[in-house]
C-alpha cells in the first residue's frame, strides 16, 4: 500500500482524536456548558445544559469526523481496495457506500444547526454557512450522479467516459471545499470564543483549534496528493473498448 494512503490514514486518525479531545476535554465551551452563577452574594454552582452547545458537538462531529473523514475514506477506497486486492466491483461499492455514509452525516450535522434556540435563519447568515450549504448540494448531485453514471450499467460507456472528468474533477473541488468550509467553521468558533467568553487566544483551547485546522489541511493534500498521480498514470494506460464495446481499463480513481 502506498505510502501516502497510509499518511492519509493516519492523519484521518489525529482528526478524529483531536475533535474528540476537544469535545470531551473543553467541555465548558463546546459540550455542555457548566458555570458558576452568585445568589444574594453566595456563589453556588449551577449545571447548566445548553442546548445550543450540544448541538454545536454534534455538528462538529457529524460534519467533521462523518463528512470529511468518512467522505475521503470513500474517495480512496479505490487505492487502497487495490491494496488489500480487491476486485473492481468490491473497490466500486466501498467507494459508493461510503461517500453515501458520509452524505448522511453530512445531512444529519445539517440538521443540527436547525435546532437551535436562536431559530433556523439566524446560523445561515455567515460564509460558513453559505460554503456548507453549497458543499452539501455538490456532493448530493455527485453522489447521486455518479450511481446513476458509474454503478448503474444502463448508461453507455461513451456517456460514463464522458462524465468521467467532471465526475473526478467535481469530487476534489467538493472534499477540499469541505475541509475549507470547516476551516472557515472553526476560525468562527475561535473569534466566539474570544469575543464572547473571553478566552485568550494563548489559551490551551485556541492551540488545539489550530492544531487540529492544520492537522486536517494536511489530511486534505494528503488525500488530493493520492488521487493525482494515479490518475494521470493510470489514464495514459487506459484503452479505449473491446471488441463487445465494453470499456476496460479506465481506472480513473472516482470511476
Known amino acids: 500500500m502506498a505510502v501516502s494512503i497510509v499518511l492519509s490514514h493516519i492523519s484521518a486518525l489525529l ?26 452574594g453566595a456563589a453556588t454552582a449551577t449545571a447548566v445544559a445548553e442546548f445550543d452547545h450540544l448541538y454545536f458537538v454534534l455538528h462538529t462531529l457529524l460534519m467533521v469526523i462523518g463528512f470529511i473523514l468518512f467522505g475521503g475514506e470513500g474517495i480512496l477506497a479505490h487505492r487502497w481496495g487495490v491494496g488489500l486486492g480487491w476486485a473492481r466491483g468490491p473497490r466500486k461499492a466501498a467507494h459508493l457506500w461510503l461517500q453515501g455514509a458520509a452524505l448522511g452525516f453530512g445531512v444529519a450535522g445539517l440538521l443540527t444547526k436547525f435546532k437551535g434556540n436562536k431559530g433556523v435563519l439566524a446560523n445561515f447568515h455567515s460564509l460558513h454557512s453559505w460554503m456548507g450549504l453549497l458543499c452539501l448540494l455538490l456532493f448530493a448531485a455527485q453522489w447521486t450522479m455518479g450511481f446513476l453514471s458509474f454503478w448503474n450499467r444502463g448508461e453507455g460507456w461513451r456517456a460514463r467516459t464522458l462524465l468521467l472528468p467532471w465526475h ?83 481506472k480513473f480513481v472516482f470511476s
Open 15 to 40: 482528526v478524529a482524536v483531536l475533535v474528540l479531545l476537544w469535545a470531551l476535554a473543553f467541555r465548558t465551551t463546546i459540550f455542555l456548558r457548566f458555570y458558576s452563577s452568585s445568589v444574594d
Open 168 to 250: 473526478v474533477f467535481i469530487g476534489i473541488f467538493t472534499y477540499s471545499l469541505a475541509v475549507a468550509t470547516a476551516e472557515s467553521g472553526l476560525m468562527e468558533k475561535m473569534a466566539f470564543l474570544h469575543t464572547k467568553h473571553g478566552i485568550p487566544r494563548s489559551s490551551l483551547e485556541f492551540t488545539l483549534i489550530n492544531v487540529l485546522g492544520l492537522t486536517l489541511a494536511i489530511h486534505c493534500g494528503l488525500v488530493v496528493f493520492t488521487l493525482i498521480p494515479v490518475k494521470h498514470k493510470e489514464s495514459s494506460n487506459s484503452t479505449m473498448v473491446s471488441s463487445a464495446g465494453e470499456h476496460l481499463n479506465s
